[in-house]
T-cell receptor, first 115, second 116 residues
Framework: GESVGLHLPTLSVQEGDNSIINCAYS??????FIWYKQESGKGPQFIID?????DKRQGQRVTVLLNKTVKHLSLQIAATQPGDSAVYFC????FGGGGGNKLTFGTGTQLKVEL | EAGVAQSPRYKIIEKRQSVAFWCNPI?????LYWYQQILGQGPKLLIQ????????DSQLPKDRFSAERLKGVDSTLKIQPAKLEDSAVYLC??????????????FGEGSRLTVL
């Protein structure tokens, strides 16, 4: 069935290093993906999105890469800071354009930044 | 700009009791969502409204869960009777667009339910 999964449940990085969080999806028809950050006790917060007609998109200190061939996307965080510590979710819109915002979320990866 | 407001933040009830959660979306956002987030999992969509109409409630356990958005603004989610497996955080989210596929949902801080 359709699923969005993450390779690693926990990722520990040193402050100042780059972080890479990976996500696999199974629905080849999905054409829209989003990364969310969720801090403890808070709701998910939008980070960056990407459509399937792109393979890379950059934001402030973050980059999302999409590889449709292997149905994989990643979130790269440059110069990771303590404030980046959170759970990161990838989300998939399996209905493409016009299907509404029915997002399917993955399980999440806990990013821990060590000082 | 005010964010999505939810209340109560925490609720503890016994199984078979009822509970209601309230959500006020961002002003002007026509689309409102309720998600259930069980500990250690990603959010799962329960119901989606556009204005006061239901767009999708396919994953809402209708035998015990109900939701309404009568005036197209605030929304309430009710659980009656509650089961142990309903222990979760209930997240409300809103978005400006429904069919533009922007996907940018604004989430509230959630209501944490513990069923004993």
């Amino acid at each position: 069935g359709e699923s969005v999964g993450l390779h690693l449940p926990t990722l520990s990085v040193q402050e100042g290093d780059n972080s890479i969080i990976n996500c696999a999806y199974s629905n080849s028809a999905s054409d829209y993906f989003i990364w969310y950050k969720q801090e403890s006790g808070k709701g998910p917060q939008f980070i960056i999105d990407i459509r399937s007609n792109m393979d890379k998109r950059q934001g402030q200190r973050v980059t999302v890469l999409l590889n449709k061939t292997v149905k994989h996307l990643s979130l790269q965080i440059a110069a990771t800071q303590p404030g980046d510590s959170a759970v990161y979710f990838c989300a998939e819109n399996p209905f493409g354009g016009g299907g509404g915002n029915k997002l399917t979320f993955g399980t999440g990866t806990q990013l821990k930044v060590e000082l | 700009e005010a964010g999505v407001a939810q209340s109560p933040r925490y609720k503890i009830i016994e199984k078979r009791q009822s509970v209601a959660f309230w959500c006020n979306p961002i002003s002007g956002h026509a689309t409102l969502y309720w998600y259930q987030q069980i500990l250690g999992q990603g959010p799962k969509l329960l119901i989606q409204f556009q204005n006061n109409g239901v767009v999708d409630d396919s994953q809402l356990p209708k035998d015990r869960f109900s939701a309404e958005r009568l005036k197209g603004v605030d929304s309430t989610l009710k659980i009656q009777p509650a089961k142990l497996e309903d222990s979760a955080v209930y997240l409300c989210a809103s978005s400006l667009h429904t069919y533009a596929n922007t996907g940018e949902l604004f989430f509230g801080e959630g209501s944490r339910l513990t069923v004993l």
